[in-house]
């Protein structure tokens, strides 16, 4: 028996390793070979873009289907149904109410002698198209003349004077207080006829025939009559005056001079 060293147990060794590298090589090389041989097909193929249109098509007509059978069902079933519950509501409605007449058709009363009373009434020689017409004209409605309404008269409006600086002589500043809280001012000579305030009133919106003008305190009708100017009433500084509805029963009329306020 022969013993071998180490260094034939190397190459040994390595002898072996180059074998299996060149196995393993020659096998890598010849497997495309034997791969790449062509296998008989077993069936026609059908495309991919086919078989889906295919498919879209056969889902296309199922919910057409679908939809036949759900119109089917609401013309045949769902609305008859809805109909007679709604229609034995109303039956039990009228008949609650006690108007079930009005689930009939109707018949017009008197018809039957009404054309009994106008086959009588024919005169000779005239056609039913006739009379029908005939009664078909209506008698006219009585033309009563109407007595015209009486307009009431616009308040025409006044012209004021011309508002005067406020570094002028013998100017005052009158305010006037609506009945909504509203307050308006305006500067006018002393010397000027009391009749202005009037014809401020009314400029402002305030007709003259529903509104007088009266003093803070105390409480009076402003007495603008007579050709006063407004120093005669007193108003020789700034002054607060209150537009106010007339009263029918009182008299405005008011006599005395006016306590200025100041504003």
Not at 96 to 106: A, I, Q, R, V
Not at 162 to 181: H, I, K, N, W, Y
Request: aromatic share 4%; hydrophobic share 30%.
């Amino acid at each position: 028996m022969l013993c071998h060293g180490p260094k034939e147990l190397v190459l040994l060794g390595g002898r072996c390793f180059l074998f299996l590298a060149l196995l393993t090589l020659a096998i890598s090389v010849a497997s495309p070979w034997f791969s790449s041989t062509p296998s008989s097909p077993v069936g026609p193929t059908v495309p991919s873009d086919e078989k889906e249109r295919q498919q879209r098509l056969i889902r296309e007509e199922q919910q057409e289907a679908l939809r036949e059978q759900a119109r089917g069902y609401l013309e045949n079933v769902l609305r008859p149904r809805q109909e007679s519950r709604l229609r034995k509501q109303e039956e039990r409605f009228y008949q609650l109410t006690g108007e079930s007449w009005k689930l009939t058709g109707g018949h017009k009363l008197g018809s039957d002698e009404d054309s009994v009373s106008e086959n009588a009434n024919l005169g000779p020689g005239s056609t039913p198209n006739q009379e029908a017409m005939r009664r078909r004209r209506l008698p006219e409605p009585l033309k009563q003349p109407v007595p015209p309404i009486e307009q009431p008269g616009a308040e025409e409006v006044p012209i004021l004077p011309e508002e005067p600086p406020e570094q002028a002589d013998e100017v005052v500043t009158v305010a006037l207080r609506g009945p909504s809280g509203r307050i308006l001012r305006r500067r006018f000579l002393k010397s000027c006829n009391s009749q202005v305030l009037l014809a401020w009133m009314v400029r402002v919106g305030y007709p003259s025939s529903i509104y007088t003008l009266c003093t803070p305190y105390p409480r009076r009708a402003l007495p603008v009559e007579g050709g006063r100017t407004l120093e005669d009433l007193g108003i020789t500084v700034g002054t607060m005056l209150n537009v106010e509805e007339r009263e029918p029963a009182s008299d405005h009329r008011a006599s005395g001079a006016l306590a200025p306020s100041r504003t």
